[in-house]
Protein backbone atom coordinates (compact mmCIF):
# COMPACT_ATOMS: atom_id res chain seq x y z
CA UNK A 1 0.00 0.00 0.00
CA UNK A 2 1.34 3.32 -0.76
CA UNK A 3 2.00 6.05 1.60
CA UNK A 4 -0.44 8.88 2.23
CA UNK A 5 1.73 12.17 1.51
CA UNK A 6 1.16 15.89 4.01
CA UNK A 7 3.64 18.13 2.90
CA UNK A 8 3.88 21.66 4.48
CA UNK A 9 4.74 25.13 2.69
CA UNK A 10 7.51 24.75 0.05
CA UNK A 11 8.11 20.89 0.70
CA UNK A 12 7.95 18.80 -2.11
CA UNK A 13 10.70 17.45 -4.87
CA UNK A 14 12.46 20.44 -6.42
CA UNK A 15 12.13 20.21 -10.12
CA UNK A 16 13.36 23.72 -10.91
CA UNK A 17 14.27 26.95 -8.57
CA UNK A 18 15.42 29.81 -10.60
CA UNK A 19 14.65 33.49 -10.23
CA UNK A 20 11.87 33.06 -13.06
CA UNK A 21 10.31 29.72 -11.72
CA UNK A 22 10.02 27.26 -9.14
CA UNK A 23 8.36 24.30 -9.63
CA UNK A 24 8.02 21.35 -6.80
CA UNK A 25 6.73 18.09 -7.60
CA UNK A 26 3.97 17.43 -4.61
CA UNK A 27 2.76 14.14 -5.36
CA UNK A 28 3.89 11.80 -8.41
CA UNK A 29 1.64 8.16 -8.24
CA UNK A 30 0.44 6.80 -11.66
CA UNK A 31 -2.85 7.74 -10.77
CA UNK A 32 -2.46 11.73 -10.18
CA UNK A 33 0.61 14.17 -10.94
CA UNK A 34 0.69 17.10 -8.79
CA UNK A 35 3.28 19.90 -9.10
CA UNK A 36 2.98 23.79 -7.28
CA UNK A 37 4.30 26.17 -9.33
CA UNK A 38 5.88 29.79 -8.78
CA UNK A 39 5.50 32.00 -12.26
CA UNK A 40 7.55 35.73 -12.19
CA UNK A 41 5.82 38.01 -14.66
CA UNK A 42 7.16 37.47 -18.39
CA UNK A 43 7.48 33.26 -17.69
CA UNK A 44 5.83 30.73 -20.44
CA UNK A 45 4.65 27.52 -20.12
CA UNK A 46 5.44 25.31 -23.63
CA UNK A 47 4.02 25.32 -26.57
CA UNK A 48 0.72 24.71 -27.64
CA UNK A 49 -0.13 21.08 -27.02
CA UNK A 50 -2.42 17.99 -26.41
CA UNK A 51 -2.24 15.06 -24.54
CA UNK A 52 -3.93 11.97 -25.80
CA UNK A 53 -3.93 10.02 -22.82
CA UNK A 54 -4.54 12.09 -19.61
CA UNK A 55 -6.01 15.04 -18.30
CA UNK A 56 -4.06 18.18 -17.70
CA UNK A 57 -5.95 20.85 -15.10
CA UNK A 58 -4.97 23.98 -13.46
CA UNK A 59 -5.70 26.13 -10.38
CA UNK A 60 -4.46 29.20 -9.96
CA UNK A 61 -3.60 29.99 -6.37
CA UNK A 62 -2.60 33.95 -6.50
CA UNK A 63 -1.77 36.40 -9.28
CA UNK A 64 -3.16 36.03 -12.96
CA UNK A 65 -2.58 33.26 -15.49
CA UNK A 66 -3.36 33.74 -19.07
CA UNK A 67 -4.24 30.51 -20.87
CA UNK A 68 -4.42 29.63 -24.94
CA UNK A 69 -7.18 26.77 -25.17
CA UNK A 70 -9.11 24.73 -27.58
CA UNK A 71 -8.86 25.17 -31.51
CA UNK A 72 -9.15 28.70 -31.85
CA UNK A 73 -6.55 28.93 -29.55
CA UNK A 74 -8.65 31.56 -27.15
CA UNK A 75 -6.40 33.33 -24.52
CA UNK A 76 -8.37 33.87 -21.04
CA UNK A 77 -6.94 35.46 -18.54
CA UNK A 78 -8.02 34.33 -14.92
CA UNK A 79 -7.55 35.25 -11.41
CA UNK A 80 -6.91 33.04 -8.17
CA UNK A 81 -9.81 30.99 -7.61
CA UNK A 82 -10.18 30.02 -11.28
CA UNK A 83 -9.67 26.53 -12.84
CA UNK A 84 -8.92 25.03 -16.10
CA UNK A 85 -8.93 21.17 -17.15
CA UNK A 86 -7.35 20.39 -20.76
CA UNK A 87 -9.20 16.30 -21.13
CA UNK A 88 -7.21 14.86 -24.07
CA UNK A 89 -6.76 16.43 -27.13
CA UNK A 90 -7.56 19.74 -26.54
CA UNK A 91 -4.92 21.78 -27.09
CA UNK A 92 -3.31 24.56 -24.35
CA UNK A 93 -1.08 26.37 -23.17
CA UNK A 94 -0.44 29.14 -20.55
CA UNK A 95 1.97 31.80 -19.21
CA UNK A 96 2.14 34.29 -16.84
CA UNK A 97 1.73 38.04 -18.64
CA UNK A 98 0.76 39.57 -16.46
CA UNK A 99 2.74 42.51 -13.69
CA UNK A 100 2.61 40.40 -10.83
CA UNK A 101 4.12 37.07 -9.45
CA UNK A 102 1.53 33.71 -10.47
CA UNK A 103 1.23 30.64 -8.23
CA UNK A 104 -1.01 27.67 -9.32
CA UNK A 105 -1.34 23.99 -9.08
CA UNK A 106 -1.30 21.72 -11.86
CA UNK A 107 -2.71 18.16 -12.33
CA UNK A 108 -2.46 15.49 -14.76
CA UNK A 109 -4.58 12.52 -14.30
CA UNK A 110 -3.39 9.99 -14.63
CA UNK A 111 0.02 11.03 -14.41
CA UNK A 112 1.33 9.04 -17.35
CA UNK A 113 4.80 9.15 -16.18
CA UNK A 114 4.99 13.26 -15.32
CA UNK A 115 6.84 13.55 -12.19
CA UNK A 116 9.65 11.07 -14.22
CA UNK A 117 9.32 13.19 -17.05
CA UNK A 118 9.79 16.56 -15.31
CA UNK A 119 12.52 14.58 -13.56
CA UNK A 120 13.76 13.57 -16.93
CA UNK A 121 13.96 17.57 -18.12
CA UNK A 122 15.97 18.58 -14.73
CA UNK A 123 18.44 15.98 -15.62
CA UNK A 124 18.88 16.86 -19.40
CA UNK A 125 17.71 13.30 -20.56
CA UNK A 126 15.24 12.31 -22.81
CA UNK A 127 11.80 13.22 -22.43
CA UNK A 128 9.91 12.33 -25.67
CA UNK A 129 8.55 9.62 -24.48
CA UNK A 130 6.11 11.87 -22.45
CA UNK A 131 2.39 12.32 -23.56
CA UNK A 132 2.34 15.43 -24.90
CA UNK A 133 2.39 16.32 -28.34
CA UNK A 134 1.91 19.07 -30.96
CA UNK A 135 -1.54 20.30 -31.99
CA UNK A 136 -3.64 18.04 -34.95
CA UNK A 137 -3.72 19.73 -38.23
CA UNK A 138 -7.38 19.67 -37.59
CA UNK A 139 -7.27 21.91 -34.62
CA UNK A 140 -8.45 19.05 -31.48
CA UNK A 141 -11.34 19.02 -29.12
CA UNK A 142 -13.53 22.19 -28.65
CA UNK A 143 -12.82 24.31 -25.83
CA UNK A 144 -16.54 23.53 -24.64
CA UNK A 145 -15.14 19.67 -23.63
CA UNK A 146 -12.89 21.54 -20.99
CA UNK A 147 -13.72 23.50 -18.05
CA UNK A 148 -12.59 26.65 -17.45
CA UNK A 149 -14.17 28.43 -14.34
CA UNK A 150 -13.18 31.78 -12.52
CA UNK A 151 -13.29 32.86 -9.09
CA UNK A 152 -16.00 31.57 -6.96
CA UNK A 153 -17.76 29.77 -10.65
CA UNK A 154 -18.57 26.44 -10.88
CA UNK A 155 -21.76 24.23 -9.40
CA UNK A 156 -22.36 25.67 -5.95
CA UNK A 157 -24.12 23.08 -3.10
CA UNK A 158 -25.15 23.60 0.24
CA UNK A 159 -24.22 21.38 3.16
CA UNK A 160 -25.57 22.98 5.77
CA UNK A 161 -23.62 26.55 6.59
CA UNK A 162 -21.07 24.39 4.48
CA UNK A 163 -20.81 24.46 1.01
CA UNK A 164 -19.28 22.95 -1.94
CA UNK A 165 -18.31 24.63 -5.03
CA UNK A 166 -17.60 21.97 -8.05
CA UNK A 167 -15.17 22.98 -11.15
CA UNK A 168 -13.59 19.93 -11.86
CA UNK A 169 -16.02 16.82 -12.65
CA UNK A 170 -15.84 13.70 -15.11
CA UNK A 171 -17.74 15.52 -17.56
CA UNK A 172 -14.73 18.12 -18.22
CA UNK A 173 -11.94 15.82 -17.34
CA UNK A 174 -13.44 11.91 -19.67
CA UNK A 175 -13.97 10.87 -16.32
CA UNK A 176 -10.58 11.34 -15.01
CA UNK A 177 -10.72 14.22 -12.49
CA UNK A 178 -12.59 15.55 -10.01
CA UNK A 179 -12.06 19.08 -8.24
CA UNK A 180 -13.90 20.79 -5.66
CA UNK A 181 -13.58 24.47 -3.52
CA UNK A 182 -15.34 23.61 -0.01
CA UNK A 183 -15.69 25.99 2.59
CA UNK A 184 -16.92 24.08 6.02
CA UNK A 185 -18.19 25.40 8.91
CA UNK A 186 -16.96 25.76 12.32
CA UNK A 187 -17.95 22.03 14.06
CA UNK A 188 -18.12 20.13 10.57
CA UNK A 189 -17.55 16.66 11.88
CA UNK A 190 -16.38 15.33 8.61
CA UNK A 191 -17.10 11.53 7.63
CA UNK A 192 -16.39 8.63 9.05
CA UNK A 193 -12.69 7.31 9.25
CA UNK A 194 -12.70 5.68 5.74
CA UNK A 195 -10.69 4.43 2.92
CA UNK A 196 -11.18 3.96 -0.83
CA UNK A 197 -10.81 1.25 -3.05
CA UNK A 198 -9.30 3.12 -6.35
CA UNK A 199 -9.49 7.02 -5.44
CA UNK A 200 -6.89 9.27 -4.45
CA UNK A 201 -8.07 11.62 -2.23
CA UNK A 202 -6.15 14.71 -1.80
CA UNK A 203 -6.48 18.07 -0.23
CA UNK A 204 -4.75 21.37 -0.24
CA UNK A 205 -6.22 24.05 2.25
CA UNK A 206 -6.77 27.69 1.29
CA UNK A 207 -7.70 29.22 4.07
CA UNK A 208 -7.49 28.17 7.89
CA UNK A 209 -6.71 25.13 9.47
CA UNK A 210 -7.93 21.87 8.30
CA UNK A 211 -7.20 18.74 10.85
CA UNK A 212 -6.45 16.02 8.96
CA UNK A 213 -6.50 12.23 10.44
CA UNK A 214 -4.11 9.76 8.72
CA UNK A 215 -4.18 6.84 10.53
CA UNK A 216 -3.48 6.90 14.43
CA UNK A 217 -1.81 10.89 13.45
CA UNK A 218 -3.75 13.75 13.89
CA UNK A 219 -2.61 16.79 11.69
CA UNK A 220 -3.30 20.89 11.80
CA UNK A 221 -2.85 21.63 8.12
CA UNK A 222 -2.70 25.18 7.56
CA UNK A 223 -3.13 27.49 4.40
CA UNK A 224 -0.73 26.19 1.90
CA UNK A 225 -0.30 22.78 3.28
CA UNK A 226 -1.05 19.42 0.68
CA UNK A 227 -1.89 16.03 1.97
CA UNK A 228 -2.51 12.79 -0.27
CA UNK A 229 -4.01 9.91 0.77
CA UNK A 230 -4.01 6.59 -1.77
CA UNK A 231 -6.42 4.09 -2.01
CA UNK A 232 -6.23 1.98 1.24
CA UNK A 233 -4.93 4.29 3.89
CA UNK A 234 -7.47 5.49 6.63
CA UNK A 235 -8.27 8.71 6.42
CA UNK A 236 -10.75 11.54 7.58
CA UNK A 237 -11.11 15.36 8.01
CA UNK A 238 -12.62 17.79 10.13
CA UNK A 239 -13.43 21.23 11.75
CA UNK A 240 -13.13 21.74 14.87
CA UNK A 241 -12.50 24.89 15.50
CA UNK A 242 -14.24 28.23 15.29
CA UNK A 243 -13.86 29.69 11.92
CA UNK A 244 -14.45 28.23 8.83
CA UNK A 245 -11.47 26.39 6.47
CA UNK A 246 -11.60 26.89 2.92
CA UNK A 247 -9.94 23.90 0.96
CA UNK A 248 -9.73 21.99 -2.40
CA UNK A 249 -10.33 18.43 -2.34
CA UNK A 250 -9.70 16.24 -5.83
CA UNK A 251 -9.19 13.21 -6.74
CA UNK A 252 -9.05 10.68 -9.60
CA UNK A 253 -11.10 8.94 -11.13
CA UNK A 254 -13.58 11.74 -11.32
CA UNK A 255 -16.83 10.49 -10.14
CA UNK A 256 -16.93 11.97 -6.10
CA UNK A 257 -19.44 14.88 -7.45
CA UNK A 258 -22.51 12.74 -7.70
CA UNK A 259 -21.81 11.92 -3.86
CA UNK A 260 -21.21 16.18 -3.40
CA UNK A 261 -24.39 16.34 -5.37
CA UNK A 262 -26.62 13.38 -3.29
CA UNK A 263 -24.96 15.16 0.20
CA UNK A 264 -26.49 18.87 -0.63
CA UNK A 265 -29.96 17.19 -1.62
CA UNK A 266 -30.34 15.41 1.57
CA UNK A 267 -29.26 18.66 3.52
CA UNK A 268 -31.01 21.70 1.42
CA UNK A 269 -32.87 22.59 4.11
CA UNK A 270 -29.87 23.73 6.08
CA UNK A 271 -29.68 21.07 8.63
CA UNK A 272 -25.74 19.52 9.25
CA UNK A 273 -25.30 16.22 8.69
CA UNK A 274 -23.42 13.90 11.12
CA UNK A 275 -20.97 11.44 10.95
CA UNK A 276 -22.57 8.60 11.05
CA UNK A 277 -24.97 10.25 8.14
CA UNK A 278 -21.98 11.63 5.77
CA UNK A 279 -20.57 7.96 6.58
CA UNK A 280 -24.12 6.42 4.68
CA UNK A 281 -24.55 8.65 1.91
CA UNK A 282 -20.79 8.06 0.70
CA UNK A 283 -20.98 4.65 1.61
CA UNK A 284 -22.99 4.36 -1.75
CA UNK A 285 -19.52 5.27 -4.00
CA UNK A 286 -16.18 4.52 -3.68
CA UNK A 287 -16.00 4.93 0.52
CA UNK A 288 -16.03 2.21 3.28
CA UNK A 289 -16.06 3.40 6.72
CA UNK A 290 -12.67 2.00 8.91
CA UNK A 291 -13.47 -0.75 11.64
CA UNK A 292 -13.89 0.87 15.03
Known amino acids: MA ?21 RIKAGF ?6 ATRYEPGERGPDAHIHHGHTDAFYVLDGTLAFELGPERDTI ?5 SFVAAPPDLVHTFRNDGPRRAHFLNFHAPSGGFADYLRAMRA ?19 LSDGAVFGPAE ?16 GDSS ?22 HRELHDLFYVLEGTLILHDGDETVAAA ?22 VRFLNFNTPAGWENYTRELGAAFAGGGAPTVDEIGRIASRYDFQAAPT
Open 223 to 244: ADTFACFPPGRVHTFSNPGDEP
Open 154 to 169: GERISVGRSSVLLKGT
Open 174 to 195: DGMFFLSEATVEPGFPGPPPHV
Open 77 to 81: RLLAG
Open 30 to 35: DAIAVT
Open 124 to 142: GEDGSWFDQLDPPDDGGRR
Open 3 to 23: QSIVLRPDEGEVISDRAERTV
